[in-house]
Protein backbone atom coordinates (compact mmCIF):
# COMPACT_ATOMS: atom_id res chain seq x y z
CA UNK A 1 0.00 0.00 0.00
CA UNK A 2 1.64 3.26 -0.87
CA UNK A 3 0.34 6.00 1.29
CA UNK A 4 1.42 9.19 0.05
CA UNK A 5 0.59 12.72 1.22
CA UNK A 6 1.58 16.10 0.51
CA UNK A 7 3.75 18.48 2.54
CA UNK A 8 4.86 21.90 3.13
CA UNK A 9 8.01 22.10 1.76
CA UNK A 10 11.44 24.47 1.80
CA UNK A 11 12.41 25.78 -1.81
CA UNK A 12 14.83 28.19 -3.11
CA UNK A 13 13.32 32.09 -2.92
CA UNK A 14 13.19 32.85 -6.81
CA UNK A 15 13.38 36.86 -5.55
CA UNK A 16 16.80 35.66 -4.07
CA UNK A 17 18.15 32.98 -6.00
CA UNK A 18 17.01 33.38 -9.64
CA UNK A 19 19.14 30.62 -11.45
CA UNK A 20 18.58 27.79 -9.96
CA UNK A 21 20.98 25.98 -12.37
CA UNK A 22 23.48 27.25 -10.55
CA UNK A 23 22.63 25.97 -7.33
CA UNK A 24 20.48 22.75 -8.00
CA UNK A 25 23.13 19.96 -8.14
CA UNK A 26 22.42 15.86 -8.71
CA UNK A 27 22.59 13.13 -5.82
CA UNK A 28 24.99 13.05 -3.74
CA UNK A 29 26.32 9.33 -4.84
CA UNK A 30 26.96 10.65 -7.95
CA UNK A 31 29.17 13.62 -7.19
CA UNK A 32 32.92 13.48 -7.67
CA UNK A 33 35.54 14.95 -5.10
CA UNK A 34 36.37 17.51 -7.92
CA UNK A 35 32.86 18.18 -8.82
CA UNK A 36 31.69 18.62 -4.65
CA UNK A 37 34.70 21.40 -4.83
CA UNK A 38 33.79 22.99 -7.95
CA UNK A 39 30.03 23.12 -6.71
CA UNK A 40 30.74 24.49 -3.35
CA UNK A 41 32.56 27.20 -5.15
CA UNK A 42 30.45 28.26 -7.48
CA UNK A 43 27.98 29.97 -5.76
CA UNK A 44 26.90 30.62 -1.74
CA UNK A 45 23.91 29.54 -1.94
CA UNK A 46 24.34 26.26 -3.57
CA UNK A 47 22.63 23.10 -2.87
CA UNK A 48 26.03 21.50 -2.34
CA UNK A 49 26.52 22.98 1.40
CA UNK A 50 23.50 20.63 2.42
CA UNK A 51 23.35 17.85 0.77
CA UNK A 52 27.49 16.66 0.24
CA UNK A 53 29.42 19.72 2.16
CA UNK A 54 33.49 19.56 2.58
CA UNK A 55 35.23 18.12 4.83
CA UNK A 56 37.81 19.75 6.81
CA UNK A 57 40.94 18.42 8.57
CA UNK A 58 39.72 20.30 11.75
CA UNK A 59 36.18 18.33 11.68
CA UNK A 60 34.95 16.82 15.07
CA UNK A 61 31.51 16.04 16.29
CA UNK A 62 30.90 19.45 17.17
CA UNK A 63 32.05 21.02 14.02
CA UNK A 64 31.77 18.81 10.41
CA UNK A 65 29.48 19.15 7.37
CA UNK A 66 26.35 17.41 8.88
CA UNK A 67 26.61 20.32 11.44
CA UNK A 68 27.73 23.07 9.15
CA UNK A 69 24.28 21.83 6.65
CA UNK A 70 22.42 22.18 10.15
CA UNK A 71 23.41 25.92 10.36
CA UNK A 72 23.83 26.65 6.71
CA UNK A 73 20.05 25.73 6.42
CA UNK A 74 19.07 27.64 9.36
CA UNK A 75 20.56 30.83 8.16
CA UNK A 76 19.45 30.43 5.06
CA UNK A 77 15.98 30.35 6.13
CA UNK A 78 16.54 33.17 8.53
CA UNK A 79 17.71 34.96 5.35
CA UNK A 80 14.76 34.24 3.25
CA UNK A 81 17.05 32.20 0.77
CA UNK A 82 14.71 29.06 1.65
CA UNK A 83 10.87 29.78 1.68
CA UNK A 84 8.64 27.38 3.07
CA UNK A 85 5.20 26.75 1.28
CA UNK A 86 2.06 28.03 2.93
CA UNK A 87 0.04 25.03 1.76
CA UNK A 88 1.06 21.48 1.63
CA UNK A 89 1.10 20.74 -2.28
CA UNK A 90 1.90 17.77 -4.04
CA UNK A 91 4.99 18.63 -6.69
CA UNK A 92 4.24 17.59 -10.19
CA UNK A 93 7.32 17.82 -12.26
CA UNK A 94 8.54 17.31 -15.77
CA UNK A 95 11.87 16.61 -17.49
CA UNK A 96 13.35 17.47 -21.11
CA UNK A 97 16.65 15.53 -21.76
CA UNK A 98 18.15 13.88 -24.45
CA UNK A 99 19.54 10.16 -25.08
CA UNK A 100 22.43 8.92 -26.00
CA UNK A 101 21.05 9.12 -29.72
CA UNK A 102 20.03 12.82 -28.63
CA UNK A 103 16.28 12.40 -29.04
CA UNK A 104 14.42 14.26 -26.65
CA UNK A 105 12.39 12.39 -23.79
CA UNK A 106 10.39 13.84 -21.33
CA UNK A 107 9.98 12.32 -17.95
CA UNK A 108 6.84 12.55 -16.05
CA UNK A 109 6.11 12.10 -12.10
CA UNK A 110 5.97 13.95 -8.58
CA UNK A 111 7.17 14.44 -5.75
CA UNK A 112 5.75 13.70 -2.48
CA UNK A 113 5.68 12.41 0.87
CA UNK A 114 5.46 8.45 1.73
CA UNK A 115 4.79 6.74 4.55
CA UNK A 116 7.79 4.62 5.55
CA UNK A 117 6.89 1.25 5.62
CA UNK A 118 9.16 -2.18 5.81
CA UNK A 119 9.98 -4.07 3.32
CA UNK A 120 8.79 -6.71 4.81
CA UNK A 121 5.36 -5.36 3.88
CA UNK A 122 5.87 -6.19 0.34
CA UNK A 123 4.48 -2.53 -0.45
CA UNK A 124 7.58 -0.72 -0.75
CA UNK A 125 10.27 -3.42 -2.99
CA UNK A 126 13.86 -3.05 -2.83
CA UNK A 127 16.27 -4.12 -5.69
CA UNK A 128 19.90 -3.45 -4.75
CA UNK A 129 21.91 -4.32 -2.12
CA UNK A 130 23.12 -1.82 0.25
CA UNK A 131 25.94 -0.57 2.36
CA UNK A 132 26.36 0.34 5.95
CA UNK A 133 29.13 3.04 5.54
CA UNK A 134 26.85 4.99 3.32
CA UNK A 135 23.60 4.42 5.60
CA UNK A 136 25.43 5.89 8.41
CA UNK A 137 26.75 8.88 6.93
CA UNK A 138 23.04 9.81 5.36
CA UNK A 139 22.04 8.89 9.39
CA UNK A 140 24.15 11.39 10.63
CA UNK A 141 23.40 14.24 8.41
CA UNK A 142 19.50 13.19 8.86
CA UNK A 143 19.74 13.39 12.28
CA UNK A 144 21.65 17.28 12.00
CA UNK A 145 19.05 18.42 9.73
CA UNK A 146 16.06 16.58 10.50
CA UNK A 147 14.97 17.11 6.79
CA UNK A 148 15.12 15.26 3.38
CA UNK A 149 17.18 16.93 1.01
CA UNK A 150 17.02 14.48 -1.61
CA UNK A 151 14.25 12.59 -3.01
CA UNK A 152 13.66 8.51 -3.20
CA UNK A 153 13.11 7.39 -6.92
CA UNK A 154 10.54 4.85 -7.19
CA UNK A 155 8.34 3.75 -9.61
CA UNK A 156 4.68 2.60 -9.96
CA UNK A 157 2.26 0.63 -12.46
CA UNK A 158 -0.46 2.46 -13.90
CA UNK A 159 -1.05 1.42 -17.41
CA UNK A 160 -4.36 3.72 -17.57
CA UNK A 161 -2.11 6.99 -16.23
CA UNK A 162 -4.85 7.76 -13.95
CA UNK A 163 -2.87 8.77 -11.21
CA UNK A 164 -0.99 11.34 -14.35
CA UNK A 165 -4.03 12.47 -15.16
CA UNK A 166 -5.90 13.35 -11.82
CA UNK A 167 -2.69 15.08 -11.37
CA UNK A 168 -2.94 16.96 -13.99
CA UNK A 169 -6.16 18.80 -13.18
CA UNK A 170 -4.38 20.33 -10.69
CA UNK A 171 -1.41 21.81 -12.59
CA UNK A 172 -1.57 25.55 -13.00
CA UNK A 173 -0.78 26.36 -17.06
CA UNK A 174 2.85 28.44 -16.15
CA UNK A 175 5.04 26.27 -14.10
CA UNK A 176 6.21 28.12 -10.53
CA UNK A 177 9.56 26.98 -11.12
CA UNK A 178 11.00 26.33 -14.68
CA UNK A 179 15.11 26.50 -15.59
CA UNK A 180 17.24 24.55 -17.81
CA UNK A 181 20.59 23.14 -15.53
CA UNK A 182 24.25 22.69 -16.36
CA UNK A 183 23.72 19.63 -18.59
CA UNK A 184 20.81 21.43 -21.16
CA UNK A 185 17.56 19.65 -18.94
CA UNK A 186 15.03 21.49 -18.70
CA UNK A 187 13.06 21.36 -15.73
CA UNK A 188 9.60 22.28 -14.54
CA UNK A 189 7.48 22.26 -10.97
CA UNK A 190 4.45 22.80 -10.51
CA UNK A 191 2.87 22.83 -6.80
CA UNK A 192 -0.57 20.93 -6.67
CA UNK A 193 -2.33 22.12 -3.53
CA UNK A 194 -6.19 21.74 -4.17
CA UNK A 195 -7.65 19.14 -1.85
CA UNK A 196 -9.80 17.52 -4.33
CA UNK A 197 -7.13 16.48 -6.86
CA UNK A 198 -4.62 15.82 -4.06
CA UNK A 199 -7.24 13.17 -2.01
CA UNK A 200 -8.08 11.65 -5.63
CA UNK A 201 -4.32 11.29 -6.21
CA UNK A 202 -3.63 9.73 -2.82
CA UNK A 203 -7.07 7.50 -3.10
CA UNK A 204 -5.77 6.16 -6.24
CA UNK A 205 -1.96 5.35 -4.81
CA UNK A 206 -3.33 3.50 -2.34
CA UNK A 207 -3.67 0.14 -4.00
CA UNK A 208 -0.03 0.32 -6.02
CA UNK A 209 3.43 -1.66 -4.89
CA UNK A 210 5.93 0.58 -5.45
CA UNK A 211 9.57 -0.32 -6.82
CA UNK A 212 12.62 1.68 -5.79
CA UNK A 213 14.31 2.62 -8.66
CA UNK A 214 17.32 4.80 -7.12
CA UNK A 215 17.48 6.13 -2.99
CA UNK A 216 17.84 2.10 -1.72
CA UNK A 217 20.25 4.28 1.04
CA UNK A 218 18.13 6.80 1.71
CA UNK A 219 14.86 4.96 2.12
CA UNK A 220 16.87 2.36 4.65
CA UNK A 221 18.77 5.15 6.58
CA UNK A 222 14.54 6.59 6.64
CA UNK A 223 13.41 3.73 8.37
CA UNK A 224 16.49 3.74 10.86
CA UNK A 225 16.08 7.76 11.59
CA UNK A 226 12.13 7.10 12.19
CA UNK A 227 12.70 4.48 14.58
CA UNK A 228 15.27 6.67 16.39
CA UNK A 229 12.77 9.00 16.58
CA UNK A 230 9.73 7.06 17.41
CA UNK A 231 12.40 6.21 20.68
CA UNK A 232 12.85 9.71 21.66
CA UNK A 233 9.52 11.34 20.96
CA UNK A 234 7.01 11.05 23.40
CA UNK A 235 3.31 10.43 22.63
CA UNK A 236 4.18 9.52 19.04
CA UNK A 237 1.39 10.53 16.31
CA UNK A 238 0.98 8.42 13.56
CA UNK A 239 1.57 10.84 11.07
CA UNK A 240 4.66 12.99 12.58
CA UNK A 241 6.87 14.00 9.95
CA UNK A 242 9.51 11.38 11.08
CA UNK A 243 6.88 8.75 9.68
CA UNK A 244 7.20 9.77 5.89
CA UNK A 245 10.28 10.29 3.55
CA UNK A 246 10.11 11.91 0.07
CA UNK A 247 9.59 10.53 -2.46
CA UNK A 248 9.75 11.05 -6.60
CA UNK A 249 7.53 8.79 -8.23
CA UNK A 250 6.82 7.86 -12.27
CA UNK A 251 4.90 5.43 -13.67
CA UNK A 252 6.69 2.56 -14.73
CA UNK A 253 5.03 2.62 -18.26
CA UNK A 254 6.02 6.43 -18.70
CA UNK A 255 7.66 6.76 -21.87
CA UNK A 256 10.12 9.09 -20.76
CA UNK A 257 11.79 6.65 -18.57
CA UNK A 258 15.02 5.67 -18.92
CA UNK A 259 17.71 2.78 -18.02
CA UNK A 260 21.29 3.06 -18.95
CA UNK A 261 23.56 -0.16 -19.22
CA UNK A 262 26.51 -0.28 -16.82
CA UNK A 263 29.61 -2.02 -18.94
CA UNK A 264 32.51 -3.05 -16.84
CA UNK A 265 36.10 -2.13 -17.48
CA UNK A 266 38.70 -4.45 -16.06
CA UNK A 267 42.57 -3.77 -15.69
CA UNK A 268 44.84 -5.95 -13.66
CA UNK A 269 44.26 -9.18 -15.44
CA UNK A 270 47.41 -10.17 -15.52
CA UNK A 271 48.63 -13.50 -17.90
CA UNK A 272 45.32 -14.08 -18.32
CA UNK A 273 44.40 -14.95 -21.65
CA UNK A 274 41.72 -13.25 -23.58
CA UNK A 275 41.72 -15.08 -26.61
CA UNK A 276 40.99 -18.23 -24.06
CA UNK A 277 38.02 -17.16 -22.82
CA UNK A 278 36.87 -16.65 -25.98
CA UNK A 279 37.40 -20.64 -26.39
CA UNK A 280 35.96 -21.19 -23.20
CA UNK A 281 32.72 -19.36 -23.89
CA UNK A 282 31.94 -21.20 -26.84
CA UNK A 283 30.10 -23.85 -24.56
CA UNK A 284 27.76 -21.25 -23.37
CA UNK A 285 27.37 -18.28 -26.00
CA UNK A 286 26.87 -18.13 -29.75
CA UNK A 287 29.79 -15.79 -30.33
CA UNK A 288 30.02 -13.22 -33.52
CA UNK A 289 33.77 -11.75 -34.00
CA UNK A 290 33.98 -7.87 -35.55
CA UNK A 291 36.97 -6.15 -36.83
CA UNK A 292 38.31 -4.02 -34.24
CA UNK A 293 38.25 -0.96 -36.40
CA UNK A 294 35.77 1.80 -36.69
CA UNK A 295 33.41 0.45 -39.20
CA UNK A 296 33.51 -3.23 -37.19
CA UNK A 297 32.69 -1.97 -34.07
CA UNK A 298 29.99 -0.08 -35.39
CA UNK A 299 28.49 -3.63 -36.53
CA UNK A 300 29.61 -5.43 -33.24
CA UNK A 301 27.71 -2.20 -31.11
CA UNK A 302 24.43 -3.01 -33.65
CA UNK A 303 24.82 -6.85 -32.93
CA UNK A 304 25.06 -6.07 -29.25
CA UNK A 305 21.78 -3.80 -29.55
CA UNK A 306 20.38 -6.48 -31.48
CA UNK A 307 20.39 -9.02 -28.94
CA UNK A 308 18.11 -6.79 -26.65
CA UNK A 309 15.86 -6.64 -29.19
CA UNK A 310 15.11 -10.03 -29.30
CA UNK A 311 15.24 -9.98 -25.39
CA UNK A 312 18.25 -12.14 -25.44
CA UNK A 313 21.28 -11.81 -23.68
CA UNK A 314 24.10 -10.34 -25.87
CA UNK A 315 27.37 -9.36 -24.19
CA UNK A 316 30.34 -7.21 -25.93
CA UNK A 317 33.90 -8.33 -25.09
CA UNK A 318 36.99 -6.14 -26.09
CA UNK A 319 40.54 -6.69 -25.25
CA UNK A 320 43.29 -3.75 -25.69
CA UNK A 321 45.37 -4.76 -28.73
CA UNK A 322 42.80 -7.43 -30.06
CA UNK A 323 41.86 -7.74 -33.70
CA UNK A 324 38.70 -8.18 -32.88
CA UNK A 325 35.71 -7.32 -31.06
CA UNK A 326 32.84 -10.16 -29.86
CA UNK A 327 29.55 -10.27 -29.49
CA UNK A 328 27.97 -13.21 -26.76
CA UNK A 329 24.65 -14.47 -26.88
CA UNK A 330 23.93 -16.99 -24.67
CA UNK A 331 22.97 -20.62 -25.07
CA UNK A 332 19.88 -20.08 -23.10
CA UNK A 333 19.15 -23.55 -21.80
CA UNK A 334 23.12 -23.88 -20.82
CA UNK A 335 23.67 -20.86 -19.23
CA UNK A 336 20.17 -21.55 -16.71
CA UNK A 337 21.11 -24.72 -16.34
CA UNK A 338 24.64 -23.37 -14.94
CA UNK A 339 23.49 -20.61 -12.92
CA UNK A 340 20.84 -22.91 -11.45
CA UNK A 341 23.14 -25.17 -10.63
CA UNK A 342 24.80 -22.29 -8.43
CA UNK A 343 20.95 -21.75 -6.67
CA UNK A 344 20.25 -18.45 -8.79
CA UNK A 345 16.21 -18.07 -8.79
CA UNK A 346 14.87 -17.80 -12.18
CA UNK A 347 14.04 -14.13 -11.73
CA UNK A 348 17.66 -13.17 -12.11
CA UNK A 349 19.11 -15.79 -14.25
CA UNK A 350 17.62 -13.50 -17.56
CA UNK A 351 19.67 -10.52 -16.20
CA UNK A 352 22.77 -9.84 -18.65
CA UNK A 353 24.84 -8.46 -15.22
CA UNK A 354 23.90 -11.65 -13.89
CA UNK A 355 25.08 -13.90 -16.79
CA UNK A 356 28.08 -11.07 -16.89
CA UNK A 357 29.17 -11.47 -12.61
CA UNK A 358 28.40 -15.54 -12.56
CA UNK A 359 29.58 -16.74 -15.45
CA UNK A 360 32.04 -14.89 -17.97
CA UNK A 361 33.60 -13.00 -14.67
CA UNK A 362 33.84 -15.35 -12.35
CA UNK A 363 33.71 -18.95 -13.53
CA UNK A 364 35.39 -18.37 -17.32
CA UNK A 365 37.88 -15.54 -16.54
CA UNK A 366 38.51 -16.95 -13.11
CA UNK A 367 37.64 -13.64 -11.33
CA UNK A 368 37.36 -13.64 -7.24
CA UNK A 369 35.09 -12.07 -5.10
CA UNK A 370 37.95 -9.92 -3.87
CA UNK A 371 39.13 -9.18 -6.66
CA UNK A 372 36.00 -7.61 -7.86
CA UNK A 373 35.78 -5.74 -5.19
CA UNK A 374 38.47 -3.74 -5.47
CA UNK A 375 37.59 -0.64 -7.17
CA UNK A 376 41.44 -0.31 -8.54
CA UNK A 377 40.56 -3.59 -10.64
CA UNK A 378 36.99 -2.59 -11.70
CA UNK A 379 35.19 0.32 -13.58
CA UNK A 380 31.79 1.25 -14.06
CA UNK A 381 30.67 3.20 -17.18
CA UNK A 382 27.36 4.50 -19.00
CA UNK A 383 28.89 5.31 -22.16
CA UNK A 384 29.25 2.57 -24.89
CA UNK A 385 31.32 4.65 -27.27
CA UNK A 386 33.84 6.40 -23.96
CA UNK A 387 33.93 2.99 -22.06
CA UNK A 388 35.47 1.58 -25.79
CA UNK A 389 38.06 4.25 -25.70
CA UNK A 390 39.40 3.24 -22.47
CA UNK A 391 39.95 0.19 -23.56
CA UNK A 392 41.11 1.18 -26.92
CA UNK A 393 43.77 3.94 -25.40
CA UNK A 394 44.79 0.82 -23.10
CA UNK A 395 44.43 2.47 -20.02
CA UNK A 396 41.93 -0.91 -19.55
CA UNK A 397 42.70 -4.36 -20.12
CA UNK A 398 39.67 -5.21 -21.23
CA UNK A 399 35.64 -4.37 -21.33
CA UNK A 400 32.46 -5.93 -21.24
CA UNK A 401 29.41 -4.35 -22.53
CA UNK A 402 25.81 -4.89 -21.69
CA UNK A 403 23.03 -3.75 -22.81
CA UNK A 404 20.30 -1.97 -19.91
CA UNK A 405 17.81 -4.43 -17.52
CA UNK A 406 14.60 -4.07 -18.50
CA UNK A 407 11.79 -2.35 -16.53
CA UNK A 408 10.14 -5.64 -16.31
CA UNK A 409 12.61 -7.24 -15.04
CA UNK A 410 13.07 -4.82 -12.37
CA UNK A 411 9.67 -5.56 -11.63
CA UNK A 412 10.16 -9.09 -11.23
CA UNK A 413 13.17 -9.17 -9.69
CA UNK A 414 11.70 -6.92 -6.77
CA UNK A 415 8.43 -8.49 -7.15
CA UNK A 416 10.01 -11.86 -6.12
CA UNK A 417 11.88 -10.62 -2.90
CA UNK A 418 15.14 -10.41 -4.41
CA UNK A 419 17.96 -8.13 -4.59
CA UNK A 420 20.54 -7.75 -8.03
CA UNK A 421 24.18 -7.47 -8.06
CA UNK A 422 25.62 -4.28 -7.82
CA UNK A 423 25.78 -1.69 -10.15
CA UNK A 424 22.58 -3.43 -12.12
CA UNK A 425 20.65 -0.44 -12.95
CA UNK A 426 21.02 3.30 -13.76
CA UNK A 427 18.28 4.92 -14.08
CA UNK A 428 19.06 8.28 -15.81
CA UNK A 429 18.66 11.05 -15.59
CA UNK A 430 18.90 11.17 -11.70
CA UNK A 431 16.70 13.39 -9.67
CA UNK A 432 17.79 17.31 -8.87
CA UNK A 433 18.59 18.13 -5.47
CA UNK A 434 17.69 21.05 -4.55
CA UNK A 435 14.16 21.36 -6.19
CA UNK A 436 12.23 21.23 -2.83
CA UNK A 437 13.10 20.14 0.71
CA UNK A 438 11.02 18.02 2.81
CA UNK A 439 11.27 19.38 6.40
CA UNK A 440 10.98 16.78 9.56
CA UNK A 441 10.23 18.53 12.55
CA UNK A 442 9.53 16.01 15.61
CA UNK A 443 6.44 18.12 16.62
CA UNK A 444 4.99 18.43 13.02
CA UNK A 445 2.44 16.07 11.22
CA UNK A 446 2.07 15.07 7.38
CA UNK A 447 -1.28 14.69 7.05
Known sequence: MAEIAPFRGFSYNLEEVKDLSQVTIPPYDVISPEEQRAFHDSNPYNFIRLELGLPSPEDSAENNPHTRAAACIEKWTAQGVLVRSPEPAIYR????????????????????????EDFSSGGVRPHEKTFQAAKDERLGLMLSCNANFSPVFALYPDSNEEVYSALSGGRAQAPAVSFKDRAGMAHRLWPVTERSIVD??????????????????????????????????????????????????????????????????????????????????????????????????????????????????????YCKRGCSVYALTAKRERVDALLAGKNIPPALRSLDVVVLDQLLLRDLLGLSDQFLADAGNISFMHDFCAAVEEVSSERFDAGFFINETRIAQVSEVASSGLIMPHKSTYFYPKVTSGLVINPLFPNEEII
Open 93 to 116: YELDYRTENQAVKTRRGFICALRL
Open 200 to 317: RVRQLMLDKPLFIADGHHRYETALNYRNILRARCSGNSPNAAYEFIMVYLSDMNDPGLTILPTHRLLRHLGDRDCKALIQRAQDFFTIEAFDAGSQGRGQWKEAIRAGAARKETTIGF
